[in-house]
């Protein structure tokens, strides 16, 4: 079945620092793949999102690309802030309708 | 509107005890979904609903569990004979009838069994 793996956390990072969080993914067909975000106490936020090969999704100047022949979707930010603290998903969607099948997350924490 | 909406934000309850938990989707979405998500994990799927209709459930979903959608607007979970393992937190999800779309999700409900 379709599955993601996330870098294990805690990332910790000073203020200003490149951040990568690692997403590989393992699915049949053509998924799409999403970055969600959670803030503490809140829900999960759509950051990003790529619907097929070499596309690149963006936000907030968070960037992401699918990678269809190493099947990753690695998350980078040039320059983090420390209200970029947070749990990262790494999620896909298999072909058709199917569900949103989630990493375990990655927790980033940023210093100032 | 105001997105999806989940009441109530926090539930603690006695083992055995019943739990219901409400979900009020963006109107114009036609699915729904339900997801459990326990403390350092991911969310985990547990069903979800075309309009009114029950379409796929996890095999997490014991037989103590059940969702309804009547009417296929609001949602309700409910949890009978509550466990400790059952502590977590119930995030509820909705999105269009487009593919490649992703969810619009709530702020959860976190239930506590005691």
């Known amino acids: 079945g379709n599955s993601v793996t996330q870098m294990e956390g805690p990332v910790t990072l000073s203020e200003e620092a490149f951040l990568t969080i690692n997403c590989t993914y393992t699915?049949?067909?053509?998924?799409?793949l999403f970055w969600y975000v959670q803030y503490p106490g809140e829900g999960l936020q759509l950051l990003l999102k790529a619907t097929k090969a070499d596309d690149k999704g963006s936000n907030k100047g968070f960037e992401a690309t699918y990678r269809k022949e190493t099947t990753s979707f690695h998350l980078e930010k040039g320059s983090v802030q420390v209200s970029d603290s947070a749990v990262y998903f790494c999620a896909l969607r298999g072909t058709g309708f199917q569900k949103l099948v989630f990493g375990t997350g990655t927790r980033l924490l940023v210093s100032p | 509107d105001t997105g999806v909406s989940q009441n109530p934000r926090h539930k603690i309850t006695k083992r055995g005890q019943n739990v219901t938990f409400r979900c009020d989707p963006i109107s114009e979405h036609n699915r729904l979904y339900w997801y459990r998500q326990t403390l350092g994990q991911g969310p985990e799927f547990l069903t979800y609903f075309q309009n009114e209709a029950q379409l796929e459930k996890s095999r997490l979903l014991s037989d103590r569990f059940s969702a309804e959608r009547p009417k296929g607007s609001f949602s309700t979970l409910e949890i009978q004979r509550t466990e400790q393992g059952d502590s977590a937190m119930y995030l509820c999800?909705?999105?269009?009838?487009?593919?490649?779309?992703?969810?619009?999700f709530g702020s959860g409900t976190r239930l506590t069994v005691v």
């Open positions: 699915a049949t067909g053509y998924p799409s």
């Open positions: 999800a909705s999105s269009q009838d487009t593919l490649n779309y992703g969810y619009t």
